[in-house]
């Protein structure tokens, strides 16, 4: 995938999913909820453009796309060829700058809050480490270190709902989720979108801790005014979670919020269509052109011992459509049956179980019969004789019916036609045929022997038989309990 094309629609879910946020989420009182939201749309962000989407079309010879072509002389193909090569290595070095500088920025970031940890003196408390310093910063939070100024510890200035806010930072391990969005701005430093999320993610913080200092008993008006009239002098690194009073209205408004589930139901199902149009709007669309066979590819491909995933998905495809289609009403396109017949000669007999059963189709009755070409008899499907298809088989009983055979022309002229031959029965026809040495018999297309023929057909007289070559030494017998199809 093109990269310029993946930023821009890594940017495109991204906007999507914030937009969610801002105008759904926000404003509710679900802080953890809200953490989890705001990592994972990052995550889908970054995911959702290498999801393919894979549809299969049928090629239409009757349209030839044309295209128009324009010619260059070597000169201007050249001239043209440089100038874009060149703004690429342009764009190309702006970004690697960028890209070093913001990660030179990251690293001066974290070799100074640990030179703090190293250098200045340090209390424990209980899982907890105070490090005070003598600046005059607010207190802020890494991982499981808290940053004081000294001299207000020590002389109790700071109030315990600063000491419980900043336990909860810490506790809440708030720092993976500004180093993970740190990380991620040093490959998308050039991305707005990227600093968005930043901003929300850290107020978000905010709301979590807030939230916890009203849990451990505190008056939210007392905590409310506290908020308001705190201030401290020096801003913090980028890599900790600070004790600052930014969109102070914002956070006293999520302390008062009461978001019923109802709310928070609804809120969820108008994000839907958002996510819906994100995921198909900037997943990856790929199109399998599909070739309706010929005598050429069919006698190609017929040699591969079983068919390719990509087959059987067609076949199933193709199979599930009409299996759900009602059995009385089922109108198969031509070309379809061809195709969904052929993938199912390729499979192997695993891949026949697995796969989706063929269609039970009921064909219309065919018009009078003709005389069968030399070689042929006819079929009975269903009670309708039709013809049958080209190949090798002379012979087919269905239901339990042995096909009769057709008139030729002396006979359709005589004034009176002669008595058709006895019928045979399934098993005096594969007790015929097992008397043959060379017979080879198959049920539901796995080999078994003669005996194995005759046992099935005693327990099940409702079996199809198929022969091929019944006249020759070496007959083959096909024993199926699925359903014949032909097309007249």
């Known amino acids: 995938m093109n990269l310029v094309i993946y930023i821009l629609k890594f940017s495109g879910c991204l906007v999507i999913f914030l937009f969610a946020y801002k105008f759904l989420l926000e404003s509710t009182n679900q802080n953890t909820l809200k953490r989890f939201y705001l990592i994972s749309i990052l995550l889908l962000s970054a995911t959702i453009p290498f999801i393919s989407l894979t549809t299969y079309s049928y090629k239409d010879d009757s349209f030839v796309e044309v295209g128009k072509g324009i010619i260059l002389n070597e000169s201007e193909s050249l001239s043209d060829l440089g100038s874009i090569v060149s703004i690429w290595n342009i764009l190309t070095i702006i970004y690697l700058i960028g890209f070093f500088a913001f990660a030179l920025r990251f690293i001066f970031n974290l070799s100074s809050i640990l030179d703090k940890i190293r250098l200045n003196p340090k209390r424990k408390k209980h899982h907890l480490t105070y490090v005070l310093l003598n600046d005059n910063i607010a207190p802020h939070t890494f991982f499981s270190f808290i940053f004081f ?64 200092v009203i849990s451990h008993g505190t008056d939210p008006i007392k905590y409310s005014n ?29 302390m008062k919020t009461r978001t019923s589930k109802k709310s928070l139901r609804l809120r969820f199902a108008l994000a839907l269509p958002l996510f819906a149009i994100a995921f198909y709007g900037f997943s990856t669309k790929k199109v399998i052109p599909l070739e309706y066979p010929t005598q050429s590819t069919i006698s190609t491909q017929s040699q591969q011992e079983k068919a390719t995933k990509e087959q059987i998905a067609e076949y199933n495809k193709i199979a599930k459509h009409y299996n759900n289609m009602p059995e009385d009403d089922i109108r198969i396109d031509k070309r379809q049956l061809e195709r969904m017949k052929y993938l199912y000669s390729i499979m192997s007999v695993s891949q026949r179980e697995n796969a989706e059963p063929l269609p039970v189709i009921k064909l219309p009755p065919p018009p009078p019969p003709a005389p069968s070409p030399d070689g042929l008899k006819e079929v009975i499907v269903q009670g309708y004789p039709a013809p049958k298809p080209k190949g090798e088989i002379n012979e087919v009983i269905v239901q339990g019916y042995p096909s009769p055979k057709s008139p030729n022309r002396d006979q359709l002229e005589a004034p009176v036609p002669p008595p058709p031959p006895p019928a045979i029965s399934p098993m005096d026809f594969v007790i015929k045929m097992a008397k043959k040495d060379g017979s080879k018999f198959f049920y539901n297309g796995k080999p078994i022997s003669s005996d194995g023929a005759i046992k099935l057909l005693k327990n099940n007289k409702n079996l199809n038989i198929v022969s091929q070559d019944s006249k020759t030494e070496n007959p083959k017998i096909f024993i199926t309990n699925k359903p014949i199809v032909h097309e007249n």
């Not at 701005?185 to 913080?205: A, G, Q, R, S």
Request: glycine residues 2%; proline residues 2%; aromatic residues 10%.
């Open 149 to 212: 100024n000294k001299k207000k510890f020590e002389t109790d200035e700071l109030p315990m709902e600063i000491l419980v806010h900043e336990h909860i930072h810490a506790e809440q391990l708030h720092s993976i989720d500004i180093l993970f969005i740190e990380l991620i701005k040093i490959i998308m430093w050039f991305n707005p979108v990227v600093y968005h999320l930043e901003k929300y993610i850290k107020l978000n913080h905010e709301f979590l801790a807030d939230q916890g």
């Open 226 to 254: 506290l908020l308001v009239n705190t201030t401290f002098q020096k801003e913090n690194s980028q890599l900790v979670n600070s004790f600052n009073y930014s969109s102070i209205k914002k956070r006293i408004q999520i």
